[in-house]
């Protein structure tokens, strides 16, 4: 009663008309720590929808059921590695909300399911790093080259933004290899891999970071003039900070009395696939504009293609920096 929401109609399935609004018991929560994951459980009558709000500070998570009130008498465990405490609220009649302190830096990433008619919120760590290794030794990082199938824009001499995403994307894989890092490639060549698919396979290889590589162009009536240059574009409130080093390591590396004169595009929150995904820090980066032809003959260039690829190293550097745990 307290929520309106708009829903595309083929995601959604009317049911008999009578039918009551769910009015589920939530029982009591246990806490589990496993290596680089902290899991909450919590048993509910039968699965109803759920909505996460993550702090953009990272200090709380809101976990809201709709259609649930509280019998939870006990919280097992309700502390862990990454969970400072865990608290659980009765919003109204029908809101049942968990909310979980979280270690500021703690964690990068976040899974729910439901397990049967159990709730299961994985709040995933950094996995900690050697003392005498590099920032990125250990790490897995899923490197996405965009377009295929469809060639994604097109430069004004014919070179198809598909394939400077796969040379830039080539060039990272061997940086990120250099560094110790298990890279996951969603494409190695013109093989053509849906959209969708591909948070998936970073999902599905247990990626710690996903890196999204694009190349840019207008629409028509837009100025080449003003909008041009290199973007970074995040989404979850996790990403921010990644996006954020990644976009100054690229303001540090170009612009004007550099070896490549681009301008700052800026920084986005952008609502898309690539970037959508809550499991691990996701960025998508535009290194530059596919139909200025300065830009254009850039991307042909290997030195521009490594340039853009330490930037991106850098960034992940100062990131992973701040969030992996040093053991002895």
Known sequence: KTKSVWVN????????????PNNIVAGNISLETIPNSTLIRLPLEGKIPFQIEPDVEGK??????????????????????????????????????????????????YDARYEGNQFVFELKSPPPISAAGSQLA????????????DTGAIGPTGYAEKDANLALALNLKEK?????????????????????????????????ILISIHNNALG?????????GFGVYYYTPMSLPLAKEIHTAYTETFGVGKEFNLKDDGLYYANL????APQMPSVLIESAYMIVPEEEAYLKREGFRSACANAIITGIERYVQTMRPKTP
């Open 9 to 20: 109609q083929n995601q959604v399935k009317l049911l008999p008309e009578g039918t009551q």
């Open 60 to 109: 709380f998570i809101d976990i809201s059921f709709f259609g649930a009130f509280s019998n939870t008498d006990w919280i097992t465990n309700g502390v862990g590695a990454k969970v400072k405490q865990i608290r659980w609220f009765q919003d109204d009649e029908e809101t049942y909300r968990l909310r979980l302190f979280t270690v500021p830096n703690g964690w990068w990433g």
């Open 138 to 149: 250990g790490l897995t990082i899923a490197v996405d080259p965009g377009h295929s199938a």
């Open 176 to 208: 990120l290899l250099a560094k110790g890092v298990k890279v996951i490639m969603t494409r190695s060549g013109n093989e053509n891999v849906a959209l969708n698919e591909r948070p998936l396979i970073a999902q599905q290889s247990k990626a710690d």
């Open 220 to 228: 028509y009536g837009q100025n080449p003039l003003i909008k041009r």
């Open 273 to 276: 696939a690539l970037t959508r």
